[in-house]
């Protein structure tokens, strides 16, 4: 039923910075953890962030540890990704998804929305 769409892409110079928004629809987002994950051409898609359906715990892979930030306004029914000092090899097509947090943030489903891209150029 928890329909996702994520936007707030685009391109961006290294060390700029980008906030990514998670829109829910069709469920109440406070019931959900969320992950953020990423998928760049040829490679695996990755977990980049997630966050407890709460918003009281947050964990981060250790490439965007320190730069990254993840949060939610459950009012909104939205999860954001503020990514500063953003790096070239952060480029990839970003999507969110439920996840369980307290199982390495793995996403709960194998189903993906359209996820916005974010393209870090000179």
């Known amino acids: 039923q928890l329909e996702l769409v994520e936007s707030g892409g685009g391109l961006v110079p290294p060390g700029g910075s980008l906030r990514l928004s998670c829109a829910a629809s069709?469920?109440?987002?406070?019931?959900?953890?969320i992950g953020w994950f990423r998928q760049a051409p040829g490679k695996e898609r990755e977990g980049v962030s997630c966050?407890?359906?709460?918003?009281?715990?947050?964990s981060y892979a250790d490439s965007v540890k320190g730069r990254f930030t993840i949060s939610r306004d459950n009012a909104k029914n939205t999860v954001y990704l503020l990514m500063n000092s953003l790096k070239p090899e952060d480029t990839a097509t970003y999507y969110c998804?439920?996840?369980?947090?307290?199982?390495?943030?793995?996403?709960?489903?194998?189903?993906w929305g359209q996820g916005t891209q974010v393209t870090v150029s000179s």
């Open positions: 998804a439920p996840a369980w947090y307290y199982t390495n943030c793995r996403p709960v489903y194998d189903s």
């Open positions: 069709g469920s109440a987002l406070d019931l959900w953890s």
């Open positions: 966050i407890t359906s709460s918003g009281d715990e947050t």
